[in-house]
């Protein structure tokens, strides 16, 4: 059946230094992958989305990057910033979205 | 409105009670979904509707659970005889389009409901 889950849960990053939050999931058919951010007492919050055709797609210090081969989707941000601490959940959407478990981004300052 | 507005934020109920939740999605977006995020975990599909109809049910856990979407617009999630178990987060998302297509689903904060 299809699964979606991230690697850590848990991730430590200086401000200023980009994070890497990675994702792997087990349906080879998913053609489309969406990151969320939840702070605490908000809903999910979409931050960036690529279809399977795409190995790579920016945003406003945003890129996520897909690799079909390993099933495997990271979300990258460059120069991290306090506000950037939450809770990060990759999801699939075939149409409904199966979301992992999360990774929780700390900030230090 | 600007967003999705879900209603009340806080739900305490006593076990055994029943519990309506009510989304207010998006004006214009046709598909609204349903979701039940627990303490720590990522949400979890419960139902969603397109328009009116509701094309999926399957993470519904129990028929105590049960959604409606009337007109096509706003929605309740209605869980009756609440358990313990039950306590979570509901979250509701809309979307612009249909299922069939790529959906970037916004989500409103969430009912937080406690059931004692």
């Known amino acids: 059946g299809e699964s979606v889950g991230l690697h850590l849960p848990t991730l430590s990053v200086q401000e200023g230094d980009n994070s890497i939050i990675n994702c792997a999931y087990s349906?080879?058919?998913?053609?489309?992958f969406i990151w969320y951010k939840q702070e605490s007492g908000k809903g999910p919050q979409f931050i960036i989305d690529?279809?399977?055709?795409?190995d790579k797609r920016q945003g406003q210090r945003v890129t996520v990057l897909l690799n079909k081969t390993v099933k495997h989707l990271s979300l990258q941000i460059a120069a991290t910033q306090p506000g950037d601490s939450a809770v990060y959940f990759c999801a699939e959407n075939f149409p409904k979205l199966s979301f992992g478990a999360g990774t929780t981004v700390t900030v230090r300052a | 409105g600007a967003g999705v507005s879900q209603s009340p934020r806080y739900k305490v109920a006593k076990r055994g009670q029943d519990v309506a939740l009510r989304c207010d999605p998006i004006?214009?977006?046709?598909?609204l979904f349903w979701y039940q995020q627990a303490l720590g975990q990522g949400p979890e599909f419960l139902t969603y509707?397109?328009?009116?109809?509701?094309?999926?049910k399957s993470g519904l856990p129990s028929d105590r659970f049960f959604a409606e979407r009337p007109e096509g617009s706003v929605s309740t999630l209605k869980i009756q005889r609440t358990q313990q178990e039950d306590s979570a987060v509901y979250l509701c998302a809309s979307s612009l389009g249909g299922p069939t297509g790529p959906n970037v689903l916004t989500f409103g904060a969430g009912s937080r409901l406690t059931v004692l």
């Open positions: 690529i279809r399977s055709n795409m």
């Open positions: 349906n080879s058919a998913s053609d489309y």
């Open positions: 509707f397109q328009n009116e109809a509701q094309l999926d």
């Open positions: 004006s214009g977006h046709v598909s």
